[in-house]
C-alpha cells in the first residue's frame, strides 16, 4: 500500500463516515463514545498481557490538539513497570520464538485483518489524539497495516546459508536467529505506522517488544495492542509502557535482557539511545530528523513540481522526518514556480481533522507553534518575503497558516533546521552543481526530492544526493516495501522491505566437522 495513495491528494471518506464525521466534528463526545463502544479506547498499559495500571496510581491526560479536549486519562508509568514489561517480554520469548514460522505468520496476518476490519475506528483515534485530517489518519492505518501484512509474509523466508567449506569433512551453515527481546521507542507523528514497521519485523522474526509510545499519543498504539492479543500475538510478546520516558528508556537501555533498541524521533534522543546502548552492548536502528531538500529544476514540469512539492511538504502539517525542509528552485522557473506553488498553499484548508473538507490540522503542541513561529521570524527579519500565510491561524490553539517564504538565502535558521510545520522556504539556484553542493550541505540525510524532465539528470543528481531515499517527480514516496532509513545523522539502519526484517535477526555460523565415517 504505498503512501502516496493518502493524504493531501487521498480520495473522499466512505460514505456513511462521512455523516458521522460531520456530527463527531460539532460534537466531540460523540467520537468517544463510538470509540469505547468499539472496544478499542483502551486506557491501560499492556504488561504480560494484562491491562493495567501505574503501581503507584498516578494518570496524565491524552489531549485532542484540535479543541484541547481530554480525550482520556492513562497511566503515568515508569521503572517499575518497565522492568516488568521487559521481564514479560524476556519469558514470552522461550515460547514465541519457538513457533513456527508459518505459526507466526498467520497471527500477524490475522492481525494486518483486523486493523483493516477497525480501520475507520483506527484513524478516527488517530485524528483526535494526533490532530492530522481524517483523510491522512485512514491512509496512516493503510500503511501502518502494510508493514504487519508485509512481515507476516517475510516471516516465511527468512533463510540462512550453506557454505561451500574449506576442509572436505566439514559443512559450514548460516542460520538467522532472533536477536531477544526488543525496545521500540516510538513518535506521535504517526502514532500507528511508526509501531507497526517496529513491532511487525520483530515478532516476524520470533522477537518479542516492549514498546512505548509517545505520551501524546498513546491511545492509538494501545487500541493496536488490543487488536493483537485479539489476533493470538501471545501474552507478553508486544507490551505497551509509558510515562515517565527518561525512566523507562533508561530502564530499556540498562537492561541485559533487551538486545535491541529500534528508536524513531529526534537526533538529540537518538544519539542519547546510541551512547545509552553501548554499555550493554545492544543492537540499534535510529530513523532520526531530516532535512529533506526539494530541488525543482529549469526543466521541471510546473504542474508535476507544484503538486510534488505541495504533497512532501504539507503531509501531516509538515510534521514528518521526510517534508521537505528546502526548496531549491533554479532561476528560470523561479518566479512561474513560486506563484504557482503559493496558490495552492493559499488553498489547503485549515481546521480540525475530523471536518471533512480538513487538509491542514494543528501542530502537535504549543512548543511546536512557537519553534515554527520563531523560524519565520528569523527568515523574514533576515529578509526572506512572505508569499502566503506567515502567522498563527485565526482558529487559534496550535493552528498555523500554511506559510510560503520566497528569498530565503542560507544566513536564515530555516534553512539549516528540520522545521517541523506548514512553512516552505523557497531558495534560488543556478546551476545543477550549486543545488547538489546546498543539497548535501547538511549533517542531515534522509529523504531528498528533485523535479526534473531529464532522464539523465535524474540518474545525476539521484546518485550524488547523500540520502537515504530520493524522489524524482513524487512527493510521496514512503512505502512498505522499499527500504526507509538515512544517511549521515538521519540515522542507522533501515525499516521497511525486505532489508528491515535484518536488523532484529542474529547470524550464527555453525561448523558441522569430523563428519566422514571411521
Ligand atoms: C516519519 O516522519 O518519521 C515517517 C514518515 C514516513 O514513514 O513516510
Not at 206 to 233: D, H, M, N, R
Not at 328 to 352: H, T, W
Request: aromatic fraction near 6%; hydrophobic fraction near 40%.
Amino acid at each position: 500500500m504505498a503512501m502516496c495513495r493518502a493524504g493531501l491528494l487521498g480520495s473522499r471518506l466512505p460514505h456513511p463516515f462521512r455523516i458521522l464525521c460531520r456530527q463527531m466534528s460539532t460534537e466531540p463526545r460523540v467520537a468517544v463514545d463510538r470509540l469505547r463502544q468499539s472496544g478499542l479506547l483502551r486506557t491501560q498499559g499492556l504488561i504480560g498481557g494484562k491491562w493495567i495500571d501505574a503501581y503507584d496510581g498516578k494518570t496524565i491526560p491524552v489531549h485532542n490538539p484540535a479543541t484541547g479536549d481530554v480525550i482520556a486519562n492513562v497511566p503515568f508509568m515508569g521503572r517499575n513497570e518497565a522492568i516488568n514489561a521487559i521481564s514479560s517480554a524476556h519469558e514470552a520469548f522461550t515460547s514465541w520464538s519457538k513457533l513456527t514460522a508459518n505459526e507466526r505468520s498467520k497471527r500477524l496476518r490475522k492481525w494486518y485483518d483486523l486493523i483493516i476490519s477497525h480501520k475507520e475506528d483506527l484513524a478516527l483515534l488517530i485524528t483526535l489524539e494526533q490532530g492530522k485530517p481524517l483523510k491522512e489518519s485512514l491512509g496512516e492505518v493503510n500503511y501502518g497495516a502494510s508493514f504487519i501484512e508485509f512481515f507476516a509474509e517475510e516471516a516465511k523466508r527468512i533463510y540462512g546459508d550453506i557454505i561451500p567449506p574449506t576442509i572436505d569433512d566439514r559443512r559450514l551453515l548460516v542460520l538467522k536467529q532472533p536477536v531477544g527481546v526488543v525496545g521500540a521507542i516510538t513518535p506521535w507523528n504517526f502514532p500507528l505506522a511508526m509501531i507497526t514497521r517496529k513491532v511487525g519485523p520483530a515478532l516476524a522474526s520470533g522477537c518479542t517488544a516492549v514498546v512505548k509510545p509517545s505520551e501524546y499519543t498513546p491511545l492509538t498504539a494501545l487500541a493496536a495492542a488490543e487488536l493483537a492479543l485479539q489476533a493470538g500475538i501471545s501474552p507478553g510478546a508486544l507490551n505497551i509502557v509509558f510515562g515517565n520516558a527518561p525512566d523507562i528508556g533508561d530502564s530499556l537501555l540498562e537492561s541485559t535482557k533487551v538486545r535491541k533498541i529500534t528508536f524513531t524521533g529526534s537526533t538529540a534522543v537518538g544519539k542519547k539511545l546510541m551512547a545509552g546502548s553501548a554499555s550493554t552492548v545492544k543492537k540499534i536502528s535510529l530513523e532520526l530528523g531530516g532535512n529533506a531538500p526539494c530541488i525543482v529544476f529549469d526543466d521541471a514540469d510546473l504542474d508535476v513540481a507544484v503538486k510534488g512539492t505541495l504533497a512532501a511538504k504539507f503531509r501531516n502539517s509538515g510534521q514528518t522526518c521526510v517534508c521537505a525542509n528546502r526548496i531549491l528552485v533554479q532561476e528560470g522557473i523561479y518566479d512561474k514556480f513560486a506563484s504557482a506553488f503559493a496558490k495552492a498553499v493559499q488553498a489547503l484548508e485549515v481546521g480540525n481533522g475530523l471536518i471533512e473538507t480538513t487538509v491542514q490540522g494543528p501542530l502537535i503542541n504549543e512548543a511546536a507553534l512557537e519553534k515554527v513561529e520563531s523560524l519565520v521570524k528569523d527568515a523574514t527579519g533576515k529578509g526572506a518575503d512572505v508569499l502566503v500565510g506567515g502567522r498563527r491561524h485565526s482558529l487559534g490553539r496550535t493552528f498555523y497558516e500554511p506559510t510560503v517564504l520566497g528569498n530565503v538565502n542560507n544566513e536564515m535558521l530555516i534553512s539549516s533546521q528540520e522545521v517541523f510545520g506548514p512553512v516552505a522556504p523557497l531558495l534560488r539556484f543556478k546551476t545543477e552543481e550549486e543545488a547538489i553542493q546546498i543539497a548535501n550541505d547538511t549533517n542531515a540525510g534522509l529523504a531528498a526530492y528533485i523535479f526534473t524532465s531529464s532522464m539523465p539528470r535524474s540518474w545525476r543528481v539521484s546518485e550524488a544526493l547523500e540520502y537515504g531515499l530520493v524522489g524524482v517527480n513524487e512527493g510521496l514516496i514512503s512505502t512498505e516495501v522499499a527500504p526507509f532509513g538515512g544517511f549521515k545523522q538521519s540515522g542507522l539502519g533501515r525499516e521497511g522491505s525486505k532489508y528491515g526484517i535484518d536488523e532484529y535477526l542474529e547470524i550464527k555460523y555453525v561448523c558441522l566437522g569430523n563428519l566422514k565415517e571411521a
